[in-house]
Structure formats: structure tokens, C-alpha cells
């Protein structure tokens, strides 16, 4: 079996720390040859010149693919687009377009979304407006169980559909635990001729609570086996991130055993156990022997 594809998503950092954090992590990262690596931009919106920022030095310096999220929030639909324009010219080619949280999302996660009154209303808009362009490849959110704004997973579904029709070509899903839920997604997304590539997000687990209160916001479950591994590991960071790593890897071994060959990590801008799950995946050999193949290539032309 072939190694799947990987890609990795990073947040911008707020101080120098953080920076450094993340240019560590980018490094190690980066050899296992992403098929993109995405930078998001705060969940309402905010942090859209770091993001910028991070954008124009993480093409520099790596040479990836780097695909920036675009959200509908707090913007009019001129400044999106300005925005988008101006990724264009700097070389980027795909986008991640989401609609995006509310502002205050983060602090009451029942604050309700309401479009600007000058910008797009949902992503679909967003991706019709991009896509006529025909200037980027794009990505979108997909839900497997539901978002939880939504009525359920039939609404979800025609949503995803709407923003297909509109363009999208590519699907990250948010993090999940239930493998049953996203098959049985899948299979839904394919009934319902949903015709775009739908690849799960894998969330690695730092901390419980954290992943708890990232479940809530986003309406994913977490399932009591999986509460239960954690149990009385507060101080134990150790076997924290060995069960996290266990945890990551059979799940995504079962998703590779129903076809599955293309994942994205969440990465909160730590390596350790996205490298670790990417290198019992194959990804890591992979990389390296198409390493190899490359620099064989190269020798040859030069004979030549």
C-alpha cells in the first residue's frame, strides 16, 4: 500500500516565542513533503496580517505549497477579494475558504454568526466569487458530524454540496474520533453526488481538556474509551503523547484500510506527534525515497 498524502495546517504566532515554536516545527515537518501546508487566521477573523506575514516567509523558506485561510467574516466583500488578489500576486494558488466563527466565538462559543452587510454571507459565496476567477485551487470545511449550527447532517450535506457546485474541489473535514461517523458521511456525500475530494482532519492530542474545549465549539464528540485513556494522566505528559500517538495512528490506519490515502493535521504548531504518526503512516519513507528519486533525476540530466 502507498503511503498517503499529508498536509499540515499552522496558526500565526503572537510573540517571538511563538515563532520560534513554529519555525521549529515547520522544519521538522517540511521533509515529509506536505501536499500543502495551510495557515489559518483566527477563528473571527482576526490576525489577517500575521497571517499574510507567515504566508510570504513560509513560501520562502520552505518552497511548500502554502494555502492561507479565507473567511467571510468582518470584511467586506471588496477587502476579501483585495486579499485574495494580493495572495495571487505573491504566488499562492490554493485557498482554504471557510465562512468563519463569529466575533467572540472564543469566549461564548453561542455567539451567533451574522454575515457583514457589505460581504459574503457563507463560503459557497466566497468560493463562486474566487473559482470565476479560476485562480486558486480551493479547499473548504466538511462537517462529518454536522456543525453544530446546522439542523443536521442531511443540511451539512447539501451545504458541502452547494459549495462543490460553487467550485471547491477539496473538502479537510473538521477533527473526529467516530470513524463509523465519517464513513457513513462519506457514503452520504457520494448518494448525494457531492463531487469534490474529502480528506479527514486529524487532530492530535496534546491535552484532554483542551481537545474538550475544542470539541464543544465545533461540535465533535469525544467518545468515553477515549476519555477514559487519559484518565489520571494529568502530570504524566509522557504517556500522554504515546497514548495521543497510539490514539492518531489507529485511527488513521482504519481510515487507510476503507481508502482512505489522503490526511491534514491540526498541528497547533507542534511537530512531535504529527511526525510521529506521519512516519508509522510511511509518509516519512516516502518522502525520503522521492528525495532520492529527484536528486538520481537531476544527476542524470546533468550527465546529459
Known amino acids: ?20 515554536e513554529l519555525v521549529a516545527c515547520v522544519e521538522r515537518l517540511a521533509p515529509l513533503g506536505p501536499r500543502l501546508v495551510s495557515v489559518t487566521h483566527g477563528a473571527d477573523g482576526s490576525s489577517r496580517t500575521r497571517t499574510s506575514s507567515w504566508v ?10 502554502v494555502a492561507p485561510h479565507l473567511t467571510c467574516v468582518g470584511a467586506t466583500r471588496e477587502q476579501v477579494l483585495a486579499l485574495a488578489c494580493e495572495y495571487r500576486r505573491s504566488g499562492v494558488r490554493h485557498l482554504v475558504v471557510l465562512r468563519g466563527d463569529p466575533p467572540g466565538f472564543r469566549a461564548s462559543p453561542t455567539s451567533r454568526y451574522q454575515p457583514h452587510p457589505e460581504g459574503f454571507a457563507y463560503a459557497s459565496d466566497l468560493v463562486g466569487s474566487l473559482s470565476r476567477s479560476g485562480d486558486f485551487e480551493i479547499s473548504v470545511a466538511a462537517y462529518p458530524e454536522g456543525h453544530p449550527e446546522c439542523p443536521g447532517i442531511d443540511a451539512d450535506i447539501a451545504n458541502l454540496k452547494r459549495k462543490a457546485e460553487a467550485g471547491a474541489t477539496r473538502a479537510i473535514t473538521q477533527f473526529f474520533f467516530d470513524i463509523g461517523a465519517f464513513l457513513r458521511y462519506r457514503d452520504r456525500c457520494a448518494s448525494s453526488r457531492v463531487h469534490l475530494r474529502l480528506v479527514p482532519g486529524i487532530l492530535p492530542i496534546t491535552r484532554l481538556p483542551q481537545l474538550l474545549r475544542f470539541a464543544e465549539r465545533c ?11 487519559f ?3 494529568d502530570d504524566d505528559p509522557d504517556t500522554r503523547r504515546m497514548i495521543a500517538a497510539h490514539v492518531a495512528i489507529e485511527q488513521a490506519q482504519r481510515l487507510r484500510s476503507e481508502g482512505v490515502d489522503e490526511f491534514h493535521f491540526y498541528t497547533l504548531n507542534r511537530a512531535e506527534l504529527t511526525y510521529a504518526i506521519c512516519h508509522a503512516l510511511g509518509a516519512a519513507r516516502a518522502a525520503s525515497e522521492t528525495r532520492v528519486e ?3 533525476g537531476a544527476r542524470v540530466a546533468q550527465r546529459a
Not at 500500500?1 to 520560534?20: C, N
Not at 510570504?56 to 505549497?65: D, H, V
Open 1 to 20: 500500500m502507498l503511503a498517503p498524502a499529508v498536509s499540515f495546517e499552522f496558526f500565526p504566532p503572537a510573540d517571538e516565542a511563538g515563532s520560534r
Open 219 to 229: 461540535g465533535a464528540s469525544v467518545p468515553a474509551w477515549l476519555r477514559r485513556r
Open 56 to 65: 510570504a516567509r513560509l513560501q520562502t523558506a520552505t518552497g511548500l505549497e
Open 231 to 233: 484518565d489520571g494522566l
Open 294 to 296: 529527484r536528486a538520481s
